[in-house]
């Protein structure tokens, strides 16, 4: 099956839906991912790359996301009394059709709803739609330094390939190693089972808490 770049589209799942990204959701985005939790972890070009007010996230979410060369998510949670609220983000995106690849990454959610059925779920339904137009290898990446990130890459069930040295730069201008993981065609059905089988385990809605 030779692959094809998707267009942007919603995606539901139980728990969240993903929503194609515009910059007008970038202030909702703010509330949830203003926090210096989320980028000391390496989110946003990490700790220097933390904004402290909703002006300075829009202007900053307008040239970090991958508005040209991906398609961003906001995931939004399905039922409870949080319905429709936006938790976080994700792109599929770093298309290479002719190679069959592409790359799951930008990944942060409000660090309330870290352990719940959101990342596997959104890694379900992003998987799902880059399998089924035909890419035959995902890439999913942290900050070597990001210890939690990998550790929940590697849950997914996605393969460690090994460090990419020297890979981006930070917001204060180091230069990160990343830790490089994937997931093949091939591997989708053993994913995807763990996948479905770690969702299955929640059964209330998401609640966004405290952010």
Known sequence: MTAVQPDPQVLEGRFIRLVPQTKEMLPELFDVLGSEVVFQGGWGGGPAGYTTTREQFVEFGEQYFAWDTGIPFAVQII?????????????????????????????????????????????????????????????????????????????????????????????????????VFSVIVDDWPRVKAGLEERVARHSEPVRLGQV
């Open 79 to 179: 039922g409870g009394p949080d319905d429709g609220r936006i938790v976080g983000t994700t792109t599929l995106g770093d298309f290479e059709p002719a190679v069959e690849h592409a790359h799951i990454g930008w990944t942060a959610y409000a660090p309330s709803v870290w352990g719940t059925a959101v990342n596997p779920e959104a890694k379900l339904l992003l998987l799902g739609l880059a399998f089924d137009s035909g890419f035959g290898r995902v890439k999913i990446q942290a900050d070597v330094r990001n210890t939690r990130s990998r550790a929940a890459i590697a849950g997914l069930g996605a393969t460690f390939e090994g460090i990419a040295r020297r890979d981006r730069q930070r917001a204060d201008g180091t230069w990160r190693d990343s830790a």
